[in-house]
């Protein structure tokens, strides 16, 4: 049974870069057939995609995000991360990671999250 | 990018049957997938594809489509069924999520 875990800083400054690890546990992220991806709720709002991996390196992201937005894999640690840069209070979110697959996009298992405050 | 919507709260009473619906043009294209989530914990899928439940999702859970509009169908409301409920789909940009359905079960 795949599971997922997010581990990071939970206060970041602003104007600095947040960088959040998920260890994918279960399962490896080489056997293919499933993208990873990053997700975010804001305190009290909905879920906002922020984009997703494949092992391979391909990467897509949220359009809104992009800019700002680095996903990065690491096969041999069973880890895909997320640096998230120049960071504002807007920032402030709960921080999932989770499977995906395609192409009908489902995400499932997701990780417990992580609450990344931006303050200085 | 596309959007996704869904009506912000619902109410159902204990053993009634309640739809949570979800509309967006993407929904032409592709399947939605609904999520339920609790307070304090990170979503669960229910729902995904034409109409298929996870591993551990009880039946009362079935999702149907139709046009532009994806609906989340609970025959049998639970009081553990109390919840926020999401939608999202494939669109041409990524991937949108709905803005979410309240759930309360009476």
């Known amino acids: 049974q795949v599971q997922l875990q997010e581990s990071g800083p939970g206060l970041v400054k602003p104007s600095q870069t947040l960088s959040l690890t998920c260890t994918v546990s279960g399962g490896s992220i080489s056997s293919g057939g499933y993208y990873w991806s990053w997700i975010r709720q804001h305190p009290g709002k909905g879920l906002e995609w922020i984009g997703y991996i494949y092992y391979s390196g391909s990467t897509y992201y949220n359009p809104s995000l992009k800019s700002r937005v680095t996903i990065s894999v690491d096969t041999s640690k069973n880890q895909f991360s997320l640096k998230l840069s120049s960071v504002t209070a807007a920032d402030t979110a709960v921080y999932y990671c989770?499977?995906?697959?395609?192409?009908?996009?489902?995400?499932?298992?997701w990780g417990q999250g992580t609450l990344v405050t931006v303050s200085s | 990018s596309s959007e996704l919507t869904q009506d912000p709260a619902v109410s159902v009473a204990l053993g009634q049957t309640v739809r949570i619906t979800c509309q967006g043009d993407s929904l032409r294209s592709y399947y939605a997938s609904w999520y339920q989530q609790k307070p304090g914990q990170a979503p669960v899928l229910v729902i995904y594809g034409k109409n298929n439940r996870p591993s551990g999702i009880p039946d009362r859970f079935s999702g149907s489509s139709s046009g532009n509009t994806a609906s989340l169908t609970i025959t049998g409301a639970q009081a553990e069924d109390e919840a926020d409920y999401y939608c999202?789909?494939?669109?041409?940009?990524?991937?949108?999520f709905g803005g979410g359905t309240k759930l309360t079960v009476l």
């Open positions: 989770a499977r995906v697959a395609r192409p009908s996009i489902w995400f499932d298992p």
């Open positions: 999202n789909s494939r669109d041409s940009s990524g991937v949108v």
